[in-house]
């Protein structure tokens, strides 16, 4: 099933499986070694009264470091020339992670209502052209609903900013 | 029989006008967001689970075990009509329910598999509603040395069925590591917090389910390019009838399957695995078996019954033993603790109402559920249709909102896009997710029975050893963890034989 999927992206102008494989278990290890080091800060023996506090995290630091180095063992014995994602592809993503992490960004200084309709605003014209009419009713629109179910309906406060100050929230 | 009076009374809990209005909401929210991709049954759950703090628990769990029925039923709506799976577990209903719907069959297809759904689903509950009590009777004698044998079973046995066990173990500790960091609950310590007093109260489980599998799954669709070429749905009475005619045919189907998923729900084998395996018998034992993947009904029926009665068992454990055994009844196990409600055993003596209002719902919102999809089922299918560049960045406020009120805290929001690349990275290479989720969830409680068992020890491990039924499910833990090699060995030593021969 993964077999098509991979063979048919080429090798050319992509990261490869293997170099983000081992990247990833890298990290991971290095997660288990700080999970070593600040559990064995805190005490990870056996005092009076029992385990310590590190006791349990630091072991499970030791397993992920053993099990991150078998997983960088196995990835570079694995088959050579799988495509990660080729950068075509990972242009898509970063499409759309940029705008979200702007979206949040953005959600400290405007509130999470006007953000979310200048956000879906913005995708809306970006990827398919909508007309601006068609894109304000359906971005406004959502934003109004979720004010109404979550200040109104459920009153969950979410963030807000400038805009619904002025109208008293 | 206590269970059919417990059950009588849990259907008068689950049939006041609120609570059914709320299983019909469950399940309606449930289509949409199984049809909708990125969003699915954890971090659907995930992102709904706040809103219901301020409710009954007995109404929140109906409404949010409705919302797992409707991913489940929801699955197969994108399965045949777009063969695209809106959930891994309907990947194997795309093999015979495209090639239907192809042939002009949708309709066919889509109540076929509706019903085999419901079927499984079923079984399910009426296993829940005998066993799950009498297991839980039995765990009412369970120590801390127990419950960390059975919580140790549950993780090897992920270990030991995993495609990859260095892998699933890596996703397994992560979760355990998150579980930790904040203050330590029995010494007070405070663990990998680095200084960071907004890490105090730890990371929380929903906020990573709704990165994990909301935002990662928008991510991976983003980059596979979704084209939603749908085929048309046409269902109306005379299909459905006609449909119902030819089941009792699959009888054996039908059954297999359903035993097939209750074994996968009990154990965390999941619904996923449960459906390639229901598809996978039913093509060696049907007598139709080699024209399985050009548009069978039975194939279309073997894994939604398995998958279904699968995701329904998955709540047995979760009730009985305060073990889920899926990533979505971990999520539900997260949402009782949040009510207020001690998951084990105990739940079944002192929490009688909420129990059984529970269980009766399932009964209901099974039918509720096949009634509302095999009536509204075009209308699901036009969702599909919305481009996807009003449905993405919907989903993502909805996401980056569902992190928000968990502990209103942006903080939260930026580890839910943390979490959403992370599991965007996982989920690529091929590293399981439901591990992570479920230590997660366990891990506090997995390290008190472990802590509270040496305690009790003085240290000495073989407290896991110390009478037969926690050496037995000790021992079988182990067996499950070392399955791969062990089963690696036997094949070595057969295979070396008939060499030999």
């Not at chain 1, 293997?18 to 056996?46: E, H, K, P, Q, S």
């Not at chain 2, 929380?204 to 389910?209: A, E, I, P, R």
Request: overall charge positive; some cysteine; hydrophobic content about 55%.
């Amino acid at each position: 099933m993964d077999k098509d999927r991979e063979t048919a992206a080429p090798m050319r102008g992509a990261v490869s499986e293997r170099t983000v494989g081992v990247v990833m278990a890298i990290v991971f290890f290095l997660i288990g070694v700080v999970m070593i080091v600040d559990n064995y800060r805190i005490g990870a023996g056996w005092a009076s009264d029992g385990p310590q506090a590190g006791y349990f995290p630091l072991r499970i630091g030791v397993i992920i470091c053993i099990a991150a180095a078998v997983v960088v063992f196995q990835t570079l014995r694995g088959e050579r020339g799988k495509a990660f994602v080729t950068f075509a592809r990972l242009r898509h993503v970063l499409v759309v992670l940029v705008p979200t992490i702007v979206f949040v960004l953005a959600i400290k200084f405007l509130g999470i209502y006007v953000a979310s309709a200048l956000f879906i605003a913005a995708f809306m014209r970006a990827m398919d052209r909508f007309s601006w009419l068609k894109t304000i009713v359906i971005s406004i629109g959502v934003s109004a609903m979720l004010f109404w179910m979550f200040e109104l309906q459920f009153l969950v406060p979410l963030p807000k900013g400038p805009l619904e100050a002025m109208f008293g929230y | 029989m206590d269970e059919l009076g417990a059950l009588l009374h849990g259907f008068g809990v689950a049939l006041s006008w609120y609570n059914v209005g709320m299983m019909a909401i469950g399940i309606v929210l449930g289509i949409v967001i199984g049809v909708l991709p990125g969003l699915g049954g954890p971090n659907g759950v995930a992102i709904l689970l706040p809103l219901t703090f301020t409710m009954q628990p007995t109404s929140a769990i109906i409404m949010l075990s409705c919302i797992y029925w409707g991913t489940l039923f929801a699955g197969a709506i994108t399965s045949v009509l777009f063969n695209i799976p809106g959930e891994t577990h309907s990947v194997a209903t795309t093999f015979d329910g495209y090639p239907m719907a192809q042939q002009g069959r949708a309709g066919e297809a889509l109540t076929a598999s509706f019903t085999g759904s419901f079927i499984g689903a079923f079984v399910a509950v009426l296993l829940i509603t005998f066993l799950a009590p009498l297991v839980a009777k039995f765990a009412l004698r369970f120590g801390p040395p127990e419950f960390f044998a059975v919580y140790l079973l549950t993780f090897c046995s992920f270990v030991g069925t995993g495609k990859d066990p260095a892998k699933t173990i890596i996703s397994m500790m992560i979760g355990f590591g998150l579980a930790a960091i904040g203050m330590d609950t029995v010494s007070g310590d405070l663990r990998m917090t680095f200084g960071w007093s907004e890490l105090l109260r730890g990371v929380d489980f929903l906020v990573v389910v709704i990165g994990l599998f909301g935002l990662g799954e928008i991510l991976l669709s983003m980059e596979e390019g979704l084209a939603f070429e749908g085929k048309n749905a046409k269902i109306n009475l005379k299909v459905v009838l006609q449909t119902w005619k030819q089941l009792p045919k699959y009888w054996a189907t039908l059954i297999r399957s359903s035993a097939i998923g209750c074994w996968m729900g009990i154990t965390p084998g999941g619904a996923t695995a449960a459906s390639f395996m229901g598809y996978g018998i039913a093509k060696k034992f049907s007598p139709r078996g080699s024209k399985f993947g050009t548009g069978e009904v039975e194939g279309v029926i073997a894994p939604e019954t398995a998958a279904h009665a699968s995701g329904t068992a998955a709540l047995l454990p979760m009730l009985a033993l305060g073990i889920p055994g899926s990533a979505t009844a971990a999520v539900l196990l997260g949402g009782l603790m949040i009510w207020g409600l001690q998951p084990g055993p105990l739940l079944f003596v002192e929490q009688k109402e909420f129990v059984w209002g529970l269980i009766a719902s399932m009964y209901l919102s099974n039918i509720a559920g096949l009634i509302i999809v095999l009536t509204t089922v075009p209308l699901f299918a036009a969702i599909l249709r919305i481009p996807f560049s009003i449905i993405a960045p919907i989903i993502i406020v909805v996401c980056a909102i569902g992190a928000f009120t968990v502990h209103s805290a942006m903080l939260d929001v930026w580890l839910m896009i943390l979490f959403g690349i992370v599991g965007y990275v996982m989920k690529k290479l091929d590293y399981p997710l439901a591990p992570l989720v479920l230590s997660l969830v366990l891990g506090d409680r997995a390290e008190n029975a472990f802590r509270q068992s040496m305690l009790a020890s003085r240290g000495e491990l073989s407290v896991f050893w110390s009478n037969s039924l926690v050496g037995t499910i000790t021992t079988l833990a182990l067996v499950m963890l070392f399955w791969p090699a062990l089963s690696a060995a036997w094949r070595r030593l057969r295979g070396s034989k008939r060499a030999v021969a």
